[in-house]
């Protein structure tokens, strides 16, 4: 059976700028318990709604919130304007159920005065709306899905998203990206027909021919790139002949997407930079997750790592912008890793371990011109192969290349040396 062949978007700056910031903000910062609460605690509506009376963020500061993304590199954001618990986070006319200001609307113009592009995730949840078909991730599972589902109409409420769809890519400027969420086609889940997908991409395409959009709608082929969570590709997300897909690695600071106010297994700056370094190696790009509490504020942690990521891309961002998976006849040296720009024809050495004294670098000699740290621009030396083993050389194959080190590892987190290849 063949595969369907969609229409797809603009990849071109995506691919190119490589890392976002993503945000999870909703009534489930009040709980402070994540943003799957409800559903896991299996949380009656109405003892839901009541975080509703005491969601009045007094210190929402979204210019904040932008500028920290630009700061640390971040080129895109992608905002949740509607997550699984159905509540809205703009001034829709297809719902009560939304805050009581247009938060969507002011993130999208902060971003938007910082130069980021904007995007927006939309849940194809929804465990408030009367009419969604209760399935196994609801929180009303348990009472048995055959009686509670009569009445339920699945069709009208695919209508109801496609109309806040429509709301949110035409009153809201131009949006670069949208983020559905989530099929799961499993006994009493829900697959593309359940979201009737195609009407739904569709809808989008019309509105919007160069919007990106992610590949949950249940639609093999259909959306624009891959989206693994929270785990990094060994190798990228590939097609079964080994070709490189688009793909979006999403990640969060710690377990958690929306605000955990007890969660307490926090990454280091190191492991982030670190993070944000492989989806590039690997091809693809980073989207990392802020949940910001119930006051409006991000987490003083992330802002820390935000602030330590900031400080390396302010001077290693060569390494990250227009980087892609190096080319496979440069195989990558232990405990490191490449970036590839194959514009500039510059190749970037990630040290995750500071080796002593040499760095051999496999099927490179000759084939570079001129290496250099990036943090300050200072020459590595480059060393031929020795001729013999010696109590001063280690024995290379003759096409390995030898970079000089400092005995004591520079200042940088991560320290990066560009190669400058000839030719």
């Not at 699945?154 to 400027?173: F, I, K, N, P």
């Not at 302010?314 to 232990?334: D, N």
């Not at 490191?336 to 514009?343: E, F, I, K, S, V």
């Amino acid at each position: 059976m063949e595969t369907k062949t969609y229409p797809h978007g603009d990849l071109a700056w995506w691919q190119h700028d490589r890392f976002g910031m993503f945000i999870h903000w909703g009534v489930y910062s009040v709980p402070a318990r994540g943003e799957w609460v409800r559903t896991i605690e299996k949380i009656p509506q109405e003892t839901y709604d009541r975080y509703i009376e005491y969601f009045h963020p007094d210190q929402f500061d979204p210019k904040g919130w932008a500028r920290l993304a630009r700061a640390a590199g971040m080129k895109y954001v992608v905002f949740t304007a509607k997550h699984h618990d159905g509540f809205c986070m703009w001034d829709s006319k297809f719902t009560d159920y939304k805050a009581d200001r247009d938060y969507v609307r002011e993130v999208l113009d902060a971003f938007r005065a910082e130069g980021l592009r904007t995007g927006l995730y939309y849940s194809l949840l929804d465990w408030h709306h009367p009419l969604y078909r209760i399935d196994d991730n609801h929180p009303l599972r348990d009472g048995g899905f055959d009686e509670q589902n009569r009445g339920r109409d699945q069709h009208r409420y695919c209508q109801y998203m496609r109309d806040q769809v429509t709301e949110l890519l035409t009153q809201y400027g131009p949006i670069d990206i949208i983020w559905f969420d989530f099929t799961f086609p499993r006994p009493n889940g829900k697959c593309a027909q359940d979201w009737e997908a195609e009407e739904l991409l569709a809808l989008v395409r019309r509105l919007n021919p160069s919007i990106l959009i992610d590949d949950r709608l249940g639609l093999p082929g259909a959306g624009d790139f891959k989206s693994p969570e929270q785990y990094v590709p060994d190798h990228g997300m590939r097609d079964e002949d080994g070709r490189l897909l688009p793909w979006e690695g999403c990640q969060t600071f710690s377990g958690s997407w929306g605000y955990h106010r007890d969660e307490s297994t926090w990454k280091t700056p190191e492991q982030l930079i670190t993070m944000l370094i492989q989806h590039v190696a690997r091809g693809g790009n980073l989207l990392l997750n802020v949940g910001p509490d119930a006051r409006g504020r991000i987490d003083r942690r992330a802002q820390t790592a935000l602030g330590a990521i900031a400080e390396w891309m302010a001077e290693h961002s060569a390494s990250i912008y227009g980087c892609t998976v190096a080319p496979e006849e440069f195989p990558e040296p232990k405990d490191c890793l490449y970036t590839w720009n194959p514009d500039t024809r510059r190749l970037y050495l990630h040290i995750l371990g500071h080796p002593t004294k040499f760095i051999h670098l496999p099927r490179l000699n000759g084939k570079v011109r001129f290496a250099r740290f990036l943090h300050d621009w200072s020459e590595v030396r480059i060393v031929p192969p020795p001729a013999a083993h010696s109590s001063m050389t280690p024995v290379c194959p003759p096409d390995t290349l030898g970079l000089l080190l400092p005995p004591v590892p520079v200042r940088a987190t991560i320290p990066v040396i560009e190669l400058c290849l000839e030719g």
